[in-house]
């Protein structure tokens, strides 16, 4: 009989575990949104997450990396529900090859900025000589212009101001704007171009000066839903993000303008 009492007692551990791991198994597991956004956004885009997921919302995944790059894995149909890019180029390439889902909408704006270490004495009584004080043998810290949207703001800025011929080959190419922040904040070069918002994000570098805005194409955000990532949560996150009252706070603390109104993708080839 004792015997009997120790083998029912071991039945029924086992059938506890067993109950608890199909219940475990029959609840649907908490919605992720998957943001795949660019490098410059990092930050906004860290506080506007916390702010959703504190009201409620579901769990979301970013992935910030140049826009570039963000988009040619989309294109060859990466895991990606929401998609922010840093210029209307590379929306406008994923909507040709049938990536993007619905209209992209305008999202944010922001200032190009020439950047020195903090601590650097660099002055510039304009914007024209930047060639001298780059400094002999130095190279500026920009972007990669011929992919990253960063980059190319930079070289149509530098071609309009006409410094272009005496700077293209002192570039130093980055992979995002936020590697060229960082390689002016280390000190590793003397002079960089980035965005205003990332010279306010890091207190190592100072702006040295801003270059004009008709010295280069609008800098606008676009964000939009990828297809293939269709579900309620996504929609519901990319509603939030749109919301100009939530945003508003956000934008102003880090620096950014909201979207022109008048902004528009560049046309369909």
């Known amino acids: 009989m004792k015997h009997c009492k120790i083998w029912h007692g071991r039945t029924w551990h086992w059938l ?77 390439w994923l909507i040709d090859r049938g990536r993007v889902e619905g209209e992209p909408h305008a999202w944010a704006g922001n200032t190009l900025v020439l950047i020195a270490p903090a601590a650097a004495p660099v002055v510039l009584a304009t914007l024209n000589d930047l060639p001298q004080a780059l400094g002999e043998g130095q190279r500026l810290a920009v972007a990669d212009p011929g992919h990253v949207p960063a980059g190319r703001y930079a070289q149509a800025a530098l071609e309009s101001l006409g410094l272009w011929p005496a700077l293209q080959h002192r570039l130093a190419p980055l992979e995002n704007v936020r590697a060229t922040l960082q390689v002016v904040a280390a000190g590793d070069l003397p002079l960089g171009i980035v965005y205003e918002t990332d010279a306010l994000a890091e207190p190592r570098v100072r702006k040295v000066a801003s270059f004009p805005a008709d010295s280069h194409p609008p800098i606008v955000y676009w964000v939009a839903r990828v297809r293939g990532g269709e579900d309620a949560a996504a929609a519901a996150f990319l509603d939030y993000l749109l919301n100009r009252e939530r945003m508003r706070p956000l934008f102003e603390r880090f620096g950014f303008a909201p979207a022109p109104g008048d902004a528009e993708l560049p046309p369909a080839p």
């Open 16 to 92: 506890v575990a067993l109950f608890l791991t199909c219940l475990t198994a029959s609840v649907p597991a908490r919605a992720e949104v998957e943001l795949w956004a660019a490098a410059s956004l990092a930050d906004v885009l860290d506080e506007a997450i916390a702010a959703w997921e504190a009201e409620g919302g579901e769990r979301v995944r970013a992935n910030y990396a140049a826009t570039s790059l963000l988009a040619r894995q989309i294109a060859e149909g990466a895991k990606a529900e929401v998609f922010l890019s840093a210029d209307g180029e590379w929306m406008r």
